[in-house]
C-alpha cells in the first residue's frame, strides 16, 4: 500500500471537523431533551414515595386520606409514629430482620466461598460434577420445595425458630457460581507458592485467596441482604410467635384483610420498613446497581 | 497426536503418591460440604419428597396412603386451578413483554446521555424501587390505587375526566394494575442489566457501520439488537419464572381467595391455599409439579428458540 497523500487527509480532517461542530451543537440540544424526558420519568418513580412518606407525617390522614390528595400535611405531626409504634413492635421487628439477615449472610456466604474456591482451584476428583450439581439445583424455584421444606422443620422442631432460615442458606448455589467466576480470574500461582511454603489448603484459602475475594463478598452481601430483607412467602410459612416475626412479616400482618385502617400510621410503619434499606441504597447505591448489573449479566 | 498424550498420563503416573485420595481432594471434599449439605437437604430431598407427596392422599409426608395419580387428576379438572394458571400467564405475559421493551427504551435513552454524572443518576433513581418490599409495594399502590375518587391515581386521571376506577377492587382491571405496580417495581432491574450490555457491544462495530454510511435506526436493528439477543432472552426466560412464582403481591391485595372475584388467584397463592389453609399436601404438591413442568417447558422452549435464531 502507498502511504496517502497528505493534501487529502488534511482537507477531509477540516471537513470532518465542521461537520462535528455542528453534530454536537444538535448533539448537546438533544441530550438536553433526553435529560428532561428521564426527569419526568423519574418523577413516576419517586412521587409515590414521596408521597407516602409526607402523608405518614399528616395526623388528619390517620383514619382517612384526605380528599383532594394533598403533598403537604395541614399538621405536621410525629404522633402517627408513634401510634405506628405501638401498634406494631417494630424496633423489635427490624431487630428480628436483622439478626437473620447477618446469619444467612455469614451461613450462605461461608458455603458460597469455600466451595467456589474449591471448584476453582482444587480440582479435585468430582469438583466438576459439584459445579454441574450447584448449577442445576439453582433452577429449582423456592415454591416447588417449600411445602417438603416446611414439613421437614416442622418434623426436626426447628419450625418457628431462626434455623428455618440459616440452615437452608448452606445452600446458596448462585454465589458459589458467583465466587466460582471470580476465583477463575486469580491466578493459580498463589496456592502452588503457599503449599511449596508449607501452608496447608485451608491457610492458603484463608490467608492468600480470600482477602483477593472482598469485591465478589460484597456484592454477594447486598444480593442477600437485599432478598432475606425483602421476602415474605417463607417467614410467613416459618415463623408463627408474633414474637419472631421478621419486618416485612410483621407490616404485612398488620395491614392484611383490615382494608387498610389508619391510612398515615401504616405509611408510618412502611417508611420505617423502608428505612433500612433506603439508606443502605443512598450510600451504596453506585455499587447496587453494579453488583445487580454483574449478577445479571452472569446469570 | 498420541505421543502428545502419552506425556502427561505418564507424569501422572510417576508421581509418587497414588492414594485413592490426596489432600488435595480432602481438602476439595471438606470445602464443598456446607454447599453439598444444602444442596441435599433443601433443593434434591424437597424435590424427591414433593414428587412423593404428590402421590399420595394428602396429610404429612409419611401419613397418607398412595393413591397414585389421583391428585393430579383433582388438580386438572379443579376450574380453579386453570384459572389461577390463567391469571399467571396473563400477568406474566404482560409484563414480560411491557417490561422488557419498556426497559430496553429506557436503557437506550439513559445509555446516551452524554455526562457520567447524569447516567448515574438516572440508574440510581429507575432502579430505586427495585430495592423495596414487594409487602411495601403492594401497601403503597394500595393507596395509590385507591378505588374511591380520593386514590391518588384516580385524582390525576380525573382531572382530565376519567371516572374513577377500581384498580384492585374491579376484576376487569384488577390484573393489569398488578402488571403496573409489579413495573413500577421491576423495571430498574431489566434497565441497569440493559445498560451494562449496552456499554459491552464493541465500538468499533458502529464506526464501522457509520463509515458505510448506517443510520441510528439501522445501527440499532444491525447491531444493537442482534448482539443483545441472548440478554433479551435471559431477561424473558427469568420474567417468565418470576411471573410464574408470583404470590407475596396478590396474597396481600386480593387475600388467599384472590380477589376480586378469583383474578388474583395464582398458581403459587392455589398451591399455597391447599397446602396452608386445608392441609392437602397431596393437591398441593402435584399442583406445584404441574407449574414446575410448565416453568421447565417454557425455559427449554426459549433456550431453544434463541439456539435455533444463532444458526440463521
Request: net charge positive; charged share 15%; with cysteine.
Amino acid at each position: 500500500m502507498k502511504p496517502t497523500p497528505l493534501n487529502p487527509v488534511l482537507s477531509q480532517g477540516k471537513e470532518k471537523n465542521a461537520k462535528t461542530r455542528s453534530m454536537k451543537k444538535t448533539n448537546r440540544m438533544g441530550n438536553i431533551l433526553l435529560i428532561i424526558v428521564l426527569l419526568l420519568g423519574s418523577l413516576i418513580m419517586i412521587v409515590p414515595f414521596l408521597w407516602m412518606v409526607l402523608t405518614s407525617f399528616d395526623w388528619q390522614a390517620r383514619l382517612n386520606i384526605p380528599f383532594p390528595p394533598r403533598f403537604w400535611p395541614e399538621e405536621f405531626s410525629l404522633r402517627t409514629y408513634t401510634l405506628a409504634f405501638t401498634n406494631i413492635p417494630m424496633l423489635k421487628y427490624i431487630v428480628n430482620s436483622l439478626i437473620i439477615s447477618l446469619g444467612v449472610i455469614i451461613i450462605s456466604l461461608t458455603s458460597a466461598l469455600f466451595s467456589g474456591y474449591a471448584i476453582s482451584k482444587l480440582k479435585f476428583k468430582g469438583s466438576s460434577i459439584v459445579l454441574v450439581l450447584a448449577l442445576s439445583t439453582m433452577m429449582i424455584p423456592f415454591e416447588m420445595t417449600m411445602i417438603p421444606q416446611y414439613l421437614l422443620f416442622d418434623k426436626i422442631n426447628l419450625l418457628d425458630t431462626y434455623w428455618a432460615f440459616y440452615l437452608p442458606a448452606l445452600n446458596f448455589a448462585f454465589g458459589t457460581f458467583l465466587a466460582k467466576s471470580f476465583i477463575d480470574q486469580l491466578p493459580n500461582t498463589l496456592r502452588e507458592a503457599g503449599i511449596i511454603d508449607g501452608a496447608n489448603e485451608f491457610l492458603v484459602f484463608l490467608k492468600i485467596y480470600l482477602p483477593l475475594c472482598i469485591p465478589i463478598l460484597a456484592t454477594m452481601v447486598i444480593l442477600q441482604f437485599l432478598a432475606v430483607w425483602n421476602d415474605l412467602l417463607w417467614p410467613l410459612l416459618a415463623l408463627q410467635t408474633p414474637d419472631k416475626y421478621t419486618i416485612q412479616l410483621g407490616l404485612a400482618m398488620f395491614s392484611y384483610n383490615k382494608d387498610l385502617p389508619l391510612p398515615s400510621v401504616i405509611m408510618a410503619a412502611t417508611t420505617v420498613s423502608l428505612l433500612p434499606v433506603i439508606v443502605t441504597y443512598l450510600f451504596l447505591q453506585r455499587y447496587i446497581v453494579e453488583s445487580i448489573a454483574l449478577s445479571g449479566m452472569k446469570q | 497426536m498420541p505421543l502428545k498424550t502419552e506425556v502427561p498420563i505418564r507424569q501422572k503416573k510417576a508421581r509418587p503418591k497414588k492414594k485413592f485420595f490426596n489432600s488435595r481432594d480432602l481438602a476439595g471434599y471438606l470445602f464443598t460440604a456446607p454447599l453439598l449439605i444444602g444442596i441435599m437437604g433443601f433443593a434434591i430431598y424437597p424435590m424427591v419428597a414433593a414428587l412423593i407427596m404428590s402421590f399420595k392422599k394428602s396429610a404429612s409426608s409419611s401419613a397418607g396412603e398412595w393413591v397414585g395419580l389421583s391428585n393430579y387428576q383433582y388438580v386438572a379438572s379443579d376450574k380453579m386451578f386453570w384459572e389461577s394458571i390463567y391469571n399467571t400467564f396473563y400477568m406474566g405475559i404482560i409484563a414480560v413483554v411491557l417490561g422488557i421493551s419498556l426497559s430496553f427504551i429506557l436503557a437506550s435513552l439513559i445509555h446516551n446521555v452524554t455526562g457520567l454524572r447524569w447516567r448515574n443518576f438516572f440508574k440510581a433513581v429507575y432502579f430505586l424501587p427495585n430495592v423495596v418490599s414487594l409487602v411495601a409495594t403492594s401497601i403503597l399502590f394500595t393507596f395509590l390505587f385507591n378505588p374511591g375518587s380520593e386514590g391518588l391515581l384516580n385524582y390525576v386521571i380525573g382531572l382530565v375526566g376519567i371516572e374513577p376506577v377500581g384498580w384492585f377492587t374491579d376484576p376487569s382491571y384488577s390484573r393489569f394494575s398488578i402488571v403496573l405496580m409489579t413495573l413500577w417495581g421491576m423495571l430498574g432491574y431489566n434497565t441497569i442489566i440493559f445498560i451494562a450490555a449496552l456499554t459491552s457491544v464493541p465500538r468499533d462495530l458502529y464506526e464501522a457501520a457509520e463509515i458505510d454510511g448506517a443510520n441510528w435506526f439501522k445501527k440499532w436493528l444491525y447491531i444493537t439488537i442482534p448482539y443483545l439477543r441472548p440478554i433479551i432472552i435471559f431477561m424473558v426466560i427469568i420474567g417468565t419464572i418470576n411471573a410464574m412464582k408470583r404470590f407475596t403481591d396478590v396474597w396481600l391485595i386480593g387475600g388467599t381467595a384472590g380477589n376480586p372475584a378469583g383474578s388474583l388467584m395464582t398458581a403459587v397463592l392455589y398451591i399455597y391455599r391447599n397446602a396452608f389453609l386445608s392441609s392437602q399436601m397431596g393437591i398441593a404438591t402435584a399442583a406445584s409439579y404441574i407449574l414446575f413442568m410448565f416453568i421447565l417447558t417454557l425455559t427449554i422452549i426459549l433456550l431453544v428458540t434463541n439456539r435455533k435464531s444463532n444458526f440463521d
